[in-house]
């Protein structure tokens, strides 16, 4: 019968992570790491690692590439991909019939970044407490931001005027509110 070829488990196991460092030096995963973002980015290594054992797969192409958000499929070199808009991102939901676009360069090499503009301009409109959540939200980090603005000048004003708290540790704690103050 014909000859059943094996495979060393330990040049599987090199192989797999030189495939995943190729896809990792494409692709991008920054902000928080949260179950769905890990799932994205795990179905997205499974594209690139079918497009890299493809016999059809163009070597001058632009490869398979998560950028934190979408999976962009393999390009050809000097076209722009375009992909349907994400439904959900960061808990919002986006209703928009528009497309993300990422360019392919001549050499092979993806753009720097993907535009998404138009995708953002969808927040889903059964979405009712998305106004009101941003507008708490905005009232609560400017009352917040007042207040310890205040405080922080009440205590330089404190260390300032009594002259029995002048030593080399409120002198310390002087400068750093001056910081906080100065820096806001």
């Known amino acids: 019968g014909p000859e ?3 495979v060393d488990p330990v040049e599987a196991k090199e192989h797999y992570y030189r495939l995943w460092d190729q896809f990792m030096l494409h692709s991008r995963d920054h902000g928080d790491v949260n179950e769905t973002r890990s799932h994205k980015l795990l179905m997205c290594f499974r594209e690139f ?3 890299a054992y493809d016999v059809n797969h163009d070597p001058t192409a632009c490869p398979v590439k998560f950028d934190s958000v979408s999976c962009w499929p393999e390009t050809p070199a000097g076209t722009t991909r375009a992909i349907p808009c994400f439904e959900e991102f960061n808990g919002i939901y986006y209703n928009s019939p528009e497309n993300a676009t990422l360019y392919c360069d001549s050499n092979g090499t993806w753009d720097s970044l993907s535009d ?3 995708c ?3 927040v889903h409109p059964t979405d009712s407490n998305f ?3 941003v507008g708490m939200t905005r009232t609560i980090y400017f009352v917040s931001y007042s207040l310890s603005l205040a405080a922080v000048t009440i205590a330089i004003a404190i ?3 009594f002259k029995d708290l002048r030593c080399l540790r409120n002198n ?6 001056f910081t906080y103050l100065f820096h806001n």
Not at 172 to 177: A, R
Request: overall charge negative; aromatic content about 8%; proline content about 0%.
């Open 131 to 133: 106004n009101s959540t």
């Open 120 to 122: 953002l301009n969808g």
């Open 4 to 6: 059943i070829e094996t």
């Open 49 to 51: 690692v079918e497009m």
């Open 159 to 161: 260390f300032i005027t």
């Open 116 to 118: 998404y503009s138009l």
């Open 172 to 177: 310390i704690h002087t400068n750093l509110l």
